[in-house]
């Protein structure tokens, strides 16, 4: 038995991945547990493909062994896509029904993806697909799509939901407390609704 | 004591508070760059912080701390350190009297470096004790203790983390900040601080007669420590011990390598007692070379044998490759693993109404069949525009430009170097190609901050970096009084004045430069700068793709008709560039 509970959060720079491993790893101290995450900073933040490792329990290193990673968390269906193979076959991905073209597309002439395809070359996973955009506009601000990803997943996560809830108030900014925390729950109410279908 | 959910780099600035600190200084740098900007905004100790112009002046400015009795931290990226190497090097001999530990930051995979040099070489030509951080909790708990071993050894004591240390976080058990301040003192002491011959030879042998009580001592720390248990062993350094503790079996030995000098008596008293000797460490082969050194007997497997790889950084998988190549069992095994083939590449890009774009585009207009040597910044992914030529180091977009241009190359020469960069090392190289008469276009990008590294502030940015307001400082001036006489400053938003002013440069002989100002897109948002958003009137657009050369992350397509996103800064230059007309601010019709 693997002695930590992997998550894998990834996206595009300015997505709120390192935001979103804030609240796990603030969740982890709230109920007295290890953890171990890492980042990417620097360069890789412009723009670019970015991934957060979190560990709940962990007490080795930060970083996770593609192909055992317990849940994938993507802000983006095509950075889903990238880091699919972090997860072993048939693996846990709820992920964000949302699709950025890299720029590199258009410069490089390569072929556009669509979210119909991708959705199909994810579809041996068990995922959840959510509608961030939407949830974190209905919880007061589109910012909040982060904290509505968390949300949905967190009904996969091994950390209690009254302790995430409450680590997302002590992460997010003041004044964004309340429309955060609404989003969490609406995050959590779909993500509820989306394992039953599955 | 209290238990905090932190970054390794949070996690060292808070133990230097906790170590009664009183001057720190440093140059930003990815993965090191957080140190100074924590200890900065902090409010728990007020002491003395800056950013320093260049990595060498930082040094020099904390070892002279050092020197007046305060407790001093310098900080760096690794190949900040060959910039610092200079004094690095004598500050062994002189020492230091107040505590002095100097952080540089070791990147392995160069996630965002030109190399993967090793600090630890650094410490052992310069005789320094090095402290090489495991995790995120020692990297807290060795800084806190450092500054007393380099005043127990009077010695700088050289904090080595790596990109996975700095940028890791976990739960990390805090002290509380100390309360204690220094008054700094000057004590004259030539014999001790000019380095004249006489000197110098004195304080080069107490400097090797420090040597065998820092090793011992080193190991007293525990900061080097092993445990036998069977006929095989693994040696280890820095994070790449979290990887072997995950994946090896208890009936192993394990030595973990903490700090350098390691103390030959010891390391041949764990080598000795085993068979066989694996040794698993990131970046040059220290440790490896050190067992190799004391083993009579045992076999030793690691980078030399092909056993451990030389380059990158290493991962919990990587290191049960290795144990399996020392045919060792390891606990776990990982599976095969690799990403979907054929994933669009996401690799970061400027931002949408970054400054650079423009100036870039203008100038890859103009000079058709120009060399662009380019320099360290966020502009260095110009890369993608074809405006990048050449990058090698710290201000040497000037001097590899006059390089290039005095070698007698006919093509015109016309480099690019941030603000920053050109305050850090790049007057020298102006000042040197106005001397020796090369022919060639500097362009300044001056986006008033040090953007890449986190947006820290410089000489020109106009603010310290404790908040405090300094003196302005002129490019233009400096350029100027380095004997440049040909200086424009432009704004690259207005790309009709760019490109006129790139052809006028085109036209002239000697040393011309541009200034090419605007502030950083991110910093201009955060301070409440908001342009209106552009949009494609998708009845005028003719899917030229004129647009598309500009490599906007704001600017889609649908077809060959652009779309431009919600992205959009508003800088407005694809208005400028579309021949169209296809494109204007939003609403306007």
Redesign the interface.
């Known amino acids: 038995m693997k002695p930590s509970f992997d998550i894998l959060i990834v996206g595009?720079?300015g997505q709120g991945t390192v935001l979103a491993?804030?609240v796990l790893?603030?969740a982890?101290?709230i109920e007295?547990?290890?953890?171990?995450?890492?980042?990417?900073?620097?360069?890789?933040?412009?723009?670019?493909?970015v991934e957060s490792h979190v560990r709940i329990d962990?007490r080795?290193?930060?970083?996770i062994?593609?192909?055992?990673a317990d849940l994938l968390i993507a802000f983006d269906l095509?950075?889903a896509?990238?880091?699919?193979?972090?997860l072993?076959a048939g693996g846990r991905l709820v992920v964000n029904r949302h699709l950025v073209?890299?720029?590199?597309?258009?410069?490089q002439e390569?072929?556009?993806?669509d979210e119909e395809s991708i959705l199909a070359?994810l579809s041996d996973l068990e995922v959840t697909c959510i509608d961030a955009a939407r949830l974190a506009e209905e919880a007061g601000s589109i910012l909040s799509q982060n904290i509505v990803m968390l949300g949905a997943a967190s009904g996969d996560i091994p950390l209690q939901p009254g302790s995430l809830e409450e680590a997302v108030r002590r992460c997010v900014p003041k004044k964004t407390v309340e429309v955060n925390a609404r989003a969490f729950r609406l995050g959590r109410e779909e993500g509820m609704l989306g394992r039953g279908a599955a | 004591m209290a238990?905090?959910?932190l970054?390794g780099n949070e996690g060292i600035a808070h133990a230097c508070l906790e170590a009664n600190i009183d001057f720190a200084s440093g140059y930003p740098g990815?993965?090191s760059s957080?140190v100074i900007d924590v200890l900065r905004v902090q409010k728990e100790r007020p002491f003395t912080v800056e950013w320093s112009t260049n990595e060498k002046v930082a040094f020099e400015n904390a070892l002279a701390a050092a020197w007046c009795g305060l407790r001093a931290l310098c900080t760096m990226k690794h190949v900040g350190l060959n910039v610092a190497a200079d004094p690095l090097m004598t500050s062994a001999y002189t020492g230091v009297t107040g505590g002095f530990v100097l952080l540089s930051a070791d990147d392995p995979f160069a996630?965002?470096s030109q190399n993967e040099q090793d600090t630890r070489r650094y410490a052992h030509f310069a005789r320094l004790p090095c402290l090489d951080p495991a995790s995120v909790q020692e990297a807290h708990d060795m800084i806190r203790d450092a500054f007393a071993l380099s005043e127990e050894f009077g010695l700088p004591v050289i904090f080595r983390p790596t990109t996975?240390i700095c940028?890791?976080?976990?739960?990390v058990s805090i002290g509380e900040v100390g309360t204690e301040h220094r008054t700094a003192a000057f004590h004259r002491d030539p014999k001790q601080y000019v380095v004249i011959p006489a000197h110098t030879r004195v304080l080069h042998q107490r400097l090797n007669e420090k040597q065998p009580a820092l090793k011992k001592r080193l190991v007293e720390l525990g900061y080097n420590r092993h445990t036998v248990r069977g006929a095989t062993a693994v040696v280890t350094s820095g994070?790449a011990a979290?990887?072997v503790?995950?994946v090896l079996g208890g009936d192993v030995s394990l030595a973990v390598i903490g700090a350098y000098p390691i103390d030959e008596e010891w390391l041949r008293r764990f080598v000795d007692r085993h068979e066989k000797v694996l040794v698993v460490e990131e970046l040059a082969p220290v440790v490896e070379e050190a067992v190799r050194q004391v083993a009579t007997k045992t076999e030793v497997l690691g980078k030399m044998t092909g056993t451990v790889p030389y380059e990158g950084e290493f991962?919990?998988?990587t290191v049960a490759d290795a144990v399996k190549k020392a045919g060792i069992t390891p606990t776990t095994t990982?599976?095969?693993?690799?990403?979907?083939p054929g994933?669009?590449?996401?690799?970061?890009?400027?931002?949408a109404g970054c400054m650079h774009r423009p100036t870039f585009y203008a100038m890859r207009k103009v000079f058709r069949d120009g060399i662009f040597p380019s320099d360290i910044g966020?502009y260095?992914?110009g890369l993608?525009l074809g405006a990048v030529d050449t990058t090698i180091c710290m201000g040497a977009s000037i001097t590899v430009g006059s390089g290039i241009a005095r070698a007698g190359e006919e093509h015109p020469v016309v480099c690019t170097i941030g603000d920053s960069t050109f305050l850090h090392t790049g007057i020298p190289g102006l000042l040197n190609a106005v001397y020796n008469g090369a022919d060639m276009v500097v362009v300044i990008l001056d986006n008033r901050i040090t953007a890449?590294?986190?947006h820290q502030p410089n000489p020109n940015t106009g603010v310290t970096a404790m908040g405090v307001e300094s003196t302005p400082i002129s490019l233009e001036a400096i350029c100027r009084s380095c004997g440049v006489s040909w200086v424009e400053t432009i704004d690259p938003y207005d790309l009709p004045v760019l490109l006129d002013t790139f052809r006028r440069a085109k036209e002239r002989k000697g040393v011309r430069v541009v200034i090419s100002k605007q502030p950083c897109v991110i910093t201009a948002r955060r301070s409440g700068i908001r342009r209106k958003a552009y949009a494609v009137d998708p009845e005028a657009c003719r899917g030229c793709g004129a647009c598309?050369s500009f490599?906007?992350?704001a600017?889609?397509?649908s077809g060959k008709i652009a779309t431009i996103t919600e992205l959009c800064a508003g800088c407005g230059v694809c208005a400028d560039i579309c021949p169209s007309g296809a494109i204007g601010a939003e609403g306007r019709q």
Do not use: W
């Not at chain 1, 896509?81 to 972090?86: A, E, I």
């Not at chain 2, 940028?167 to 739960?171: F, I, L, Q, V």
């Open positions: 595009i720079g491993s804030n790893g603030e982890c101290i007295n547990r290890t953890v171990r995450s890492a980042e990417t900073h620097g360069m890789a933040q412009r723009g670019g493909s962990g080795f290193g930060s970083l062994v593609p192909g055992t095509l950075e896509l990238r880091y699919r193979h972090y072993p073209v890299p720029t590199s597309v258009y410069q390569l072929a556009v993806p070359a | 238990v905090r959910y970054l990815t993965p957080e996630h965002s996975r940028h890791s976080k976990g739960d994070v979290a990887y503790q995950e991962t919990p998988a990982f599976p095969e693993a690799s990403p979907v994933v669009p590449p996401r690799p970061p890009i400027l931002c966020c260095t992914l993608q890449m590294t986190g598309r490599g906007c992350p600017i889609a397509f």
